[in-house]
């Protein structure tokens, strides 16, 4: 019985991702779905979000590098409203910007199952991790959040750091290659010295100085539960 398909970068385009759809409508077996680098767009999105609202046995689905953009993740948010089996989901690289990452973080604000979703590459931009942070306040389910190489810089890792104040079931979120520099730093680290429930922060290539490394040190120190990498 086949559980999983990988279909990383064979051109299949909207049509492809169509026929892909309208077998997912009455697939009962596959669990994950990997479409990546297949350039189906927001059309191609559309037709697996339609399909994601009747099927109930896929869990795990790949649209990275697939250009859906802003539309596309429309699309795909207006899914995940209705959808209550998929767990992972990966966006990566898909230009979806500021309005497509509040088109998914409105879909966070009710969606009660996804635990992982990788927006790397996004360009949302400290508008874009304004809209994560509003959904961080009040969703319960995600646990991995994955928002390397967004542009958000230190304002936008001050509006994820704030949400974590409150947000109690994330575990893992990768802010790296952000730009987000010392203050930003300085916001994370601030977050950690209240959040007992992040385990990993990843900040590669952020240009931490000194006295900002010496103020994350002292918050792992409080916080013993999280760790740098």
């Not at 869990?59 to 795909?76: F, M, P, S, V, Y």
């Given at each position: 019985t086949l559980t999983t398909l990988n279909l990383d970068t064979n051109r299949i385009g909207a049509e492809g991702a169509e026929h892909f759809a309208n077998a997912l409508r009455t697939n009962t077996t596959l669990t994950t779905l990997d479409l990546s680098g297949n350039e189906i767009g927001d059309e191609g999105a559309q037709r697996i979000a339609d399909a994601l609202g009747t099927n109930t046995t896929l869990?795990?689905?790949?649209?990275?590098?697939?250009?859906?953009?802003?539309?596309?993740?429309?699309?795909?948010a207006d899914a995940l409203r209705t959808n209550t089996t998929l767990t992972t989901l990966d966006l990566e690289m898909n230009e979806i910007g500021a309005e497509g990452a509040q088109h998914i973080a409105n879909a966070l604000r009710t969606n009660t199952t996804l635990t992982?979703?990788?927006?790397?590459?996004?360009?949302?931009?400290?508008?874009?991790?304004?809209?994560?942070?509003?959904?961080?306040?009040?969703?319960?389910?995600?646990?991995?959040?994955?928002?390397?190489?967004?542009?958000?810089?230190?304002?936008?890792?001050?509006?994820?750091?704030?949400?974590?104040?409150?947000?109690?079931?994330?575990?893992?979120?990768?802010?790296?290659w952000n730009e987000i520099g010392a203050e930003g730093a300085q916001h994370v680290a601030d977050a950690l010295g209240t959040n007992t429930t992040l385990t990993t922060v990843k900040l590669v290539l952020q240009k931490i100085d000194d006295e900002v490394a010496q103020h994350i040190a002292d918050a792992l120190r409080r916080n013993i539960s999280a760790k740098m990498v």
């Open positions: 869990t795990t689905l790949n649209l990275e590098k697939d250009r859906i953009g802003a539309e596309g993740a429309q699309h795909i992982t979703l990788h927006l790397t590459g996004n360009e949302i931009g400290a508008e874009g991790a304004q809209h994560v942070a509003d959904a961080l306040r009040t969703n319960t389910a995600l646990t991995t959040l994955n928002l390397d190489g967004n542009q958000i810089g230190a304002e936008g890792a001050q509006r994820i750091c704030n949400a974590l104040r409150t947000n109690r079931t994330l575990t893992t979120l990768d802010l790296s």
